[in-house]
């Protein structure tokens, strides 16, 4: 099962319209009602903020989303202290919905997709992690990959 990041399902809106794809978003689509892919709550309303069309297009698949459950928020709490970040200042990595997404992605089993670009040389301050960095540390272990190694690996032909 694969989770969704805005930063990919925004990639993927913007670079492959759907009038130019259709048979990619039929799929996607038909991947989502399989509960095959899915969407941590608060990407919706992050795709709202950032792609009106695109958030309408995810309306037609109103059961994607996965609540943010209490053992979600705690364990989002746990890389917020993994990250030093204290109370609300979060530096220039990743934002309290995104330790929420990596919360979800982990708890549910699933391969996080992101389009956030990973750093080859790490941040002196933990704040300034960005996804796939957070995600490869050893207490944390979810597995990341882009939108473009999603569809690779998937062995699917538009």
């Not at 809106?13 to 009038?19: H, M, S, T, V």
């Not at 220039?92 to 990973?118: M, P, Q, W, Y």
Request: glycine letters at 2%.
């Amino acid at each position: 099962m694969w989770a969704f990041d805005t930063s990919s399902i925004i990639h993927a809106w913007d670079n492959y319209p759907i009038e130019n794809f259709p048979k990619l978003w039929d799929w996607l689509k038909s991947e989502i009602n399989s509960n095959k892919i899915v969407f941590p709550e608060v990407v919706k309303e992050e795709v709202l903020k950032n792609s009106t069309e695109c958030s309408k297009w995810l309306k037609g698949c109103p059961n994607c989303f996965l609540k943010v459950t209490n053992a979600i928020s705690q364990e989002a709490l746990k890389y917020r202290d993994l990250l030093e970040i204290v109370e609300d200042r979060y530096g220039a990595g990743v934002s309290e919905n995104d330790l929420i997404i990596i919360s979800t992605a982990r708890l549910h089993g699933c391969i996080l997709v992101t389009d956030e670009k990973r750093q080859p040389n790490l941040p002196q301050e933990k704040k300034n992690y960005k996804i796939p960095t957070v995600c490869s540390l050893e207490e944390v272990k979810v597995t990341c990959q882009s939108f473009v190694e999603f569809l690779r690996k998937s062995n699917q032909v538009f």
